[in-house]
């Protein structure tokens, strides 16, 4: 091989490995936007091109950086890449062999608000379990929204015609630009305190970019913290918003908003006629069921001779007072009549059982006047007792001058000792 400018000519072999040195030594950083991807199971690279408003290019990237780039390519992003040219000999091909790659303008916000909302749905801020139920008839609702533009009248206008009963709690905030996501999460803060039931987050459609304030995490979070049911309506079909994920209802448009949370006040009129209509059947059937049972009570035997009811007990007492009354008479003869035959018996008994109890005591009688001591003195014999009443045995109780009582069959004698003999 000669380098080029000298005379001897080079086979295409070598004019395409002199191309191919050439083309990779240059490391360059380009954007474009994907016009078509072939990332099929088995290749071992990502086959790709890009163009602009007047060329197109032919790419690859071999898979393990491309898995690494953490990107899912698609026809209409726009990527920044950093690669090399680089040729295919066999073919004649030439091809931009990709180094690094990420999303670009748009691309680099639809990344970015990936991220975020794979994180929050991680932490199960996207659960449908988590997502509350709205109130079926609030009487406040909370509306967060720019003041200016149609969405604000879109709302206003479907609730007046739809709900005209409730109270709207209307919070004015920028839905674009710098602030605007902390100026809303201030807005729905407002209405919540102002005892809002159900708040609505809405605002009319836009770019990718003007829609990043609902993308916004620390919105994102107050709204799956918020204490009351938030519903959504963005206004891009297109696209889903962070704010729409972790909303308790998505609706697509600032007036499908409206609708999810405001009963048609012609379909309550037609559900309470429907109600009122219903109950009256049923209690007119009620009414209809009472008065036959009325009619069938009232031919009962019982209510047409209402002395029916006590005829049977009266019987039973005529017949109990007449039995009393046979029956109290020939008891009290009876009683008497035992009374008298019981009174003979004790009077008999009672004769008898005296004149043994006079016989013993009799006996008894004589056995202790045989015992008594009257009756030894009575036969000439006497008691001596000295001064404290003691019968006196012996000569030796008693001491010269003691007083002593001699018991007599007749009497007693108060004495004086004044001698003693042995």
């Given at each position: 091989?000669?380098?080029?400018?000298?005379?001897?000519?080079?086979?295409?072999?070598?004019?395409?490995?002199?191309?191919?040195?050439?083309?990779?030594?240059?490391?360059?950083?380009?954007?474009?936007?994907?016009?078509?991807?072939?990332?099929?199971?088995?290749?071992?690279?990502?086959?790709?091109?890009?163009?602009?408003?007047?060329?197109?290019?032919?790419?690859?990237?071999?898979?393990?950086?491309?898995?690494?780039?953490?990107?899912?390519?698609?026809?209409?992003?726009?990527?920044?890449?950093?690669?090399?040219?680089?040729?295919?000999?066999?073919k004649g091909r030439m091809n931009f062999d990709v180094f690094a790659l990420s999303l670009a303008g748009e691309g680099d916000l639809r990344q970015r608000?990936?991220?975020?909302?794979?994180?929050?749905?991680?932490?199960?801020?996207?659960?449908?379990?988590?997502?509350?139920?709205?109130?079926?008839?609030?009487?406040?609702?909370?509306?967060?929204?720019?003041?200016?533009?149609?969405?604000?009248?879109?709302?206003?206008?479907?609730?007046?015609?739809?709900?005209?009963?409730?109270?709207?709690?209307?919070?004015?905030?920028?839905?674009?630009?710098?602030?605007?996501?902390?100026?809303?999460?201030?807005?729905?803060?407002?209405?919540?305190?102002?005892?809002?039931?159900?708040?609505?987050?809405?605002?009319?459609?836009?770019?990718?970019?003007?829609?990043?304030?609902?993308?916004?995490?620390?919105?994102?979070?107050?709204?799956?913290?918020?204490?009351?049911?938030?519903?959504?309506?963005?206004?891009?079909?297109?696209?889903?918003?962070?704010?729409?994920?972790?909303?308790?209802?998505?609706?697509?448009?600032?007036?499908?908003?409206?609708?999810?949370?405001?009963?048609?006040?012609?379909?309550?009129?037609?559900?309470?006629?429907?109600?009122?209509?219903?109950?009256?059947?049923?209690?007119?059937?009620?009414?209809?069921?009472?008065?036959?049972?009325?009619?069938?009570?009232?031919?009962?035997?019982?209510?047409?001779?209402?002395?029916?009811?006590?005829?049977?007990?009266?019987?039973?007492?005529?017949?109990?007072?007449?039995?009393?009354n046979r029956a109290i008479p020939a008891g009290i003869t009876r009683d008497a009549e035992r009374v008298e035959r019981l009174e003979s018996a004790l009077?008999?008994?009672?004769?008898?059982?005296?004149?043994?109890?006079?016989?013993?005591?009799?006996?008894?009688?004589?056995?202790?006047?045989?015992?008594?001591?009257?009756?030894?003195?009575?036969?000439?014999?006497?008691?001596?007792?000295?001064?404290?009443?003691?019968?006196?045995?012996?000569?030796?109780?008693?001491?010269?001058?003691?007083?002593?009582?001699?018991?007599?069959?007749?009497?007693?004698?108060?004495?004086?000792?004044?001698?003693?003999?042995?």
């Amino acid at each position: 091989m000669t380098q080029p400018g000298g005379t001897e000519p080079l086979s295409v072999s070598a004019a395409m490995a002199l191309a191919k040195s050439a083309l990779e030594s240059v490391t360059i950083t380009l954007v474009g936007e994907v016009s078509e991807v072939a990332n099929k199971p088995g290749y071992k690279a990502v086959y790709f091109s890009v163009k602009d408003e007047n060329a197109t290019m032919p790419c690859m990237m071999w898979m393990n950086k491309y898995h690494a780039a953490g990107i899912e390519l698609a026809v209409g992003q726009l990527v920044q890449m950093t690669g090399r040219f680089t040729l295919y000999a066999p073919k004649g091909r030439m091809n931009f062999d990709v180094f690094a790659l990420s999303l670009a303008g748009e691309g680099d916000l639809r990344q970015r608000v990936a991220q975020i909302a794979r994180t929050l749905q991680a932490e199960g801020l996207m659960d449908p379990m988590r997502k509350r139920a709205l109130p079926d008839s609030p009487q406040a609702i909370g509306l967060v929204t720019s003041p200016r533009g149609a969405a604000v009248h879109d709302v206003l206008r479907t609730l007046r015609r739809r709900y005209p009963l409730a109270r709207v709690l209307l919070a004015g905030v920028p839905v674009e630009g710098a602030g605007a996501a902390q100026g809303i999460v201030e807005g729905m803060r407002t209405v919540v305190d102002a005892g809002a039931q159900v708040l609505l987050l809405v605002r009319g459609g836009g770019s990718f970019e003007d829609l990043m304030p609902f993308n916004d995490e620390a919105l994102a979070r107050y709204i799956a913290s918020c204490p009351i049911p938030v519903v959504t309506g963005i206004g891009h079909e297109p696209d889903t918003s962070i704010a729409d994920m972790v909303a308790d209802l998505r609706a697509s448009t600032p007036t499908a908003a409206a609708e999810a949370v405001a009963p048609d006040v012609r379909e309550m009129r037609a559900a309470l006629s429907a109600h009122e209509a219903s109950m009256a059947r049923a209690l007119e059937a009620k009414l209809r069921n009472h008065e036959m049972a009325i009619e069938r009570y009232s031919t009962r035997p019982l209510f047409c001779d209402p002395m029916q009811l006590f005829a049977m007990p009266a019987q039973t007492i005529d017949m109990l007072s007449d039995r009393l009354n046979r029956a109290i008479p020939a008891g009290i003869t009876r009683d008497a009549e035992r009374v008298e035959r019981l009174e003979s018996a004790l009077a008999r008994q009672g004769s008898t059982l005296l004149d043994r109890f006079d016989n013993e005591i009799a006996l008894h009688a004589s056995r202790l006047d045989d015992l008594s001591p009257l009756a030894v003195i009575g036969r000439g014999y006497s008691l001596t007792r000295d001064a404290q009443g003691r019968l006196v045995r012996s000569i030796t109780q008693v001491k010269h001058g003691d007083a002593v009582e001699v018991l007599l069959g007749d009497g007693s004698l108060h004495c004086e000792v004044i001698s003693s003999e042995s």
